[in-house]
């Protein structure tokens, strides 16, 4: 099971000034006891409904079951979605499939190419489905939107629909599933009319919580990814930080230094530097998880607070070339939770070469998982002498479960960062107005005058153009 490791953040370490003391501790004892209890409370109650999807055997049922209609004979699945809908099924696919999935022969891989439709950057979308135009009647669309009418999802499902009704002998909607609201909304009605598999956007569970629904689900089992053992290391742990005390428990602690460290320490940058380029996209997931959720203008007693940590990626290796002289030598604003990977998936070793250059000497016949966590390591002190915090969260490996621990881990403590900012972690009032703008730039009806106002504002002023 993942673990937390934070004697790095601690005030023995790195000084009273930036790190956790046990005075800090006793002080806030009480609320996180308080914020731990309401949140189990509400995850015992169904409030929320991330908590009840490791458990949820009918979508697990009904994913099964549309993966035993399509897997056989399907060469690519194309994923159509944005923001959660896209970074959850990056970073499961990152994470549990080899970095060259794609590029496997089918007899090996056993199992469809995997792409994802995340922007509307016109070029993805025409070397994308350029590539695809002859291999269409073995490709799986699957178009997830809850409304259907998100404008990047809904640009990109009108593209293929086109694109298959015109290019596909038989029935073209054989090739599209949805993933969408069960009863209602633009996309079901239209999957309803074409006759679409489906599969349901939970209505309780917001995008950037929702990987381990059918939103996530399917395109991982479509590429032979063991949900059964995802959605279990995600119940394991989710008993785990309910039911722990607080100072035993990882996401109580993961919070308690996560919100010390943005208040009492004046560190409202949160880094998540994994040492695994499997990792990697788990923190893009992250970072959705973590600004949409916290980032708010209002708190729950309707006052301006303006409140939120701003969430950063990194990768170890690379960024210790790239960013660690900033961390070190730069504002002391940052938390720095490293990702540490005790058995990777597979290893390489140097061979035993260059005997005659010293400076050599010590790389030869050594394994690259020591190399790599010898860097974990070194980094990780060269940051304690400049005083600067971390914490690590370590796999014992990357598989199925550890990844499930990691989500649901993360997700808990987003609510319990809610609880102890007293905001509402599950709403994004800021996303609507870009969502609002871009109807009314491109006509919308109903969105006429915030068209106007947009327009206005695009036009390039020749006086600041240099």
């Known amino acids: 099971m993942i673990q937390l490791h934070w004697k790095n953040a601690t005030a023995a370490v790195v000084g009273a000034r930036h790190?956790?003391?046990?005075?800090?501790?006793?002080?806030?004892?009480?609320?996180?006891?308080?914020?731990?209890?309401?949140?189990?409370?509400?995850?015992r109650e169904g409030r929320l409904g991330y908590a009840k999807l490791p458990t949820h055997a009918e979508y697990v049922r009904k994913v099964k079951e549309l993966v035993s209609r399509y897997k056989e004979g399907t060469s690519d699945i194309v994923v159509l979605g944005i923001g959660g809908s896209a970074l959850g099924n990056i970073a499961l696919q990152q994470a549990l499939n080899?970095?060259?999935?794609?590029?496997?022969?089918?007899?090996?891989?056993?199992?469809?190419?995997?792409?994802?439709?995340?922007?509307?950057?016109?070029?993805?979308?025409a070397d994308t489905f350029?590539?695809?135009?002859?291999?269409?009647?073995t490709t799986v669309f699957n178009v997830i939107s809850k409304s259907g009418e998100t404008a990047e999802t809904a640009s990109q499902f009108m593209v293929i629909r086109e694109m298959l009704r015109k290019k596909i002998r038989g029935n073209f909607a054989e090739r599209i599933v949805a993933t969408t609201d069960a009863n209602k909304g633009t996309l079901h009605t239209i999957a309803k009319q074409d006759g679409y598999a489906m599969l349901p956007v939970p209505d309780d569970v917001g995008g950037r919580f929702s990987v381990l629904s059918p939103v996530g689900l399917f395109p991982a089992a479509m590429c032979g990814i063991d949900i059964d053992a995802l959605l279990a290391g995600a119940e394991q742990m989710r008993q785990k930080v309910e039911n722990t005390?607080?100072?035993?428990?990882?996401a109580c602690m993961l919070a308690v230094i996560k919100y010390l460290a943005m208040t009492a320490k004046k560190k409202p940058m949160h880094v998540m530097m994994p040492y695994?380029?499997?990792?990697?996209?788990?923190?893009?997931?992250?970072?959705?998880?973590?600004?949409?959720?916290?980032?708010?203008a209002e708190n729950r007693d309707g006052e301006t607070v303006h409140v939120g940590p701003t969430p950063i990626k990194a990768l170890g290796t690379t960024d210790q070339h790239s960013q660690v002289q900033l961390y070190r030598e730069g504002p002391n604003d940052k938390l720095t939770v490293f990702l540490e990977v005790e058995q990777h998936p597979r290893e390489t070793r140097i061979p035993d070469v260059f005997r005659e250059a010293p400076g050599l000497t010590y790389l030869r016949r050594k394994r690259m998982t020591r190399l790599i966590t010898a860097e974990k390591y070194a980094t990780e002190y060269a940051m304690a002498q400049s005083k600067r915090p971390t914490v690590t969260l370590r796999f014992p490996e990357i598989s199925p479960a550890t990844v499930g621990q990691f989500i649901y881990l993360y997700e808990y403590t987003t609510s319990l960062m809610g609880e102890l900012m007293n905001i509402n972690a599950y709403d994004q009032p800021a996303v609507e107005l870009g969502k609002e703008g871009?109807?009314?730039y491109m006509k919308r009806d109903g969105y006429q005058k915030i068209g106007r106002r947009i327009r206005r504002f695009a036009k390039v002023d020749e006086a600041y153009l240099v």
């Open 245 to 250: 005390p607080w100072r035993r428990n990882p």
């Open 98 to 125: 080899p970095s060259n999935f794609n590029l496997l022969s089918d007899r090996v891989r056993k199992a469809p190419r995997m792409f994802v439709l995340d922007n509307v950057d016109p070029a993805l979308i």
């Open 130 to 137: 350029s590539m695809l135009v002859r291999r269409l009647p």
């Open 19 to 43: 790190g956790v003391s046990p005075n800090d501790l006793d002080k806030i004892d009480e609320q996180i006891s308080a914020a731990q209890a309401t949140v189990s409370q509400q995850c």
């Open 438 to 440: 871009t109807f009314g």
């Open 276 to 296: 695994s380029n499997r990792l990697y996209s788990m923190a893009d997931w992250y970072r959705q998880l973590w600004a949409e959720s916290l980032g708010k």
